[in-house]
């Protein structure tokens, strides 16, 4: 009989830090990007080949500035939808960028696939966040889109943080925030559903 052989820690940790950084990208595209090249900058984490230059001055200048166009341009009503219609590319683009950015990842996985999984998973949460915003938008007239977005941005920060650092705890916040979000969304319909057939008699 073969032996077994063992799953490697540390390419577990990578993945969940991957799946913390692609999912971060459905929130802000901009954050995760800025974020992983700071990291490799100040040493933090060593990206391979291409990837490398997140890191140079050139990115990190424009994707400063592209994470300021669009911190400002969210909390703005309708300028907002325009962002998250562009979002609908960049996101999913944004998240294949940094899950296979994740060295250990990319050299154990093919590359294709570890791209697919951060375009599903970039692509995924930034259709829930553009199908939740018209729902604040309505409830509040457009006045809780700039808290919303706000959230969104320092939740985008917070998980790309512990992606980096402590990769489990990220994938802990991101189940936690799913969960969350999921059961909100389920609860506000059954309220409406309820309220339908009151208005109706």
């Known amino acids: 009989m073969g032996k077994t052989q063992a799953v490697d820690p540390m390419l577990v ?3 969940l830090g991957a799946i913390g950084l692609g999912a971060s990208a459905g929130l802000n595209a901009w954050i995760p990007l800025l974020g992983l090249g700071l990291a490799q900058r100040f040493g933090v984490v060593e990206l391979t080949g291409r990837y490398e230059q997140l890191g140079s001055t050139w990115a990190l200048a424009i994707l400063g ?13 309708m300028i907002d939808h325009v962002l998250h219609v562009f979002g609908l590319v960049i996101a ?10 994740q060295a250990e990842l990319l050299s154990n ?11 599903a998973l970039g692509g995924t949460m930034h259709m829930g966040r553009s199908a939740l915003r018209p729902v604040v938008s309505a409830a509040t007239g457009g006045l809780g889109n700039p808290v919303v977005s ?4 320092v939740m985008a920060v917070v998980m790309v943080f512990l992606a980096i650092l402590v990769p489990v705890v ?28 009151d208005a109706i008699t």
């Open 150 to 153: 706000l959230i969104e941005d």
């Open 170 to 197: 990220s994938f802990i916040v991101l189940i936690a925030l799913v969960f969350f979000s999921v059961r909100w969304i389920r609860k506000r319909r059954e309220r409406k559903a309820q309220a339908l057939p």
């Open 13 to 15: 940790t990578n993945l």
């Open 92 to 101: 999913p683009v944004s998240g294949a960028i940094v899950f296979s950015a």
């Open 109 to 119: 996985s093919h590359p294709v696939l570890a791209a697919g999984a951060g375009i």
């Open 65 to 77: 500035v592209l994470f300021v166009i669009d911190l400002i341009g969210d909390k703005i009503v």
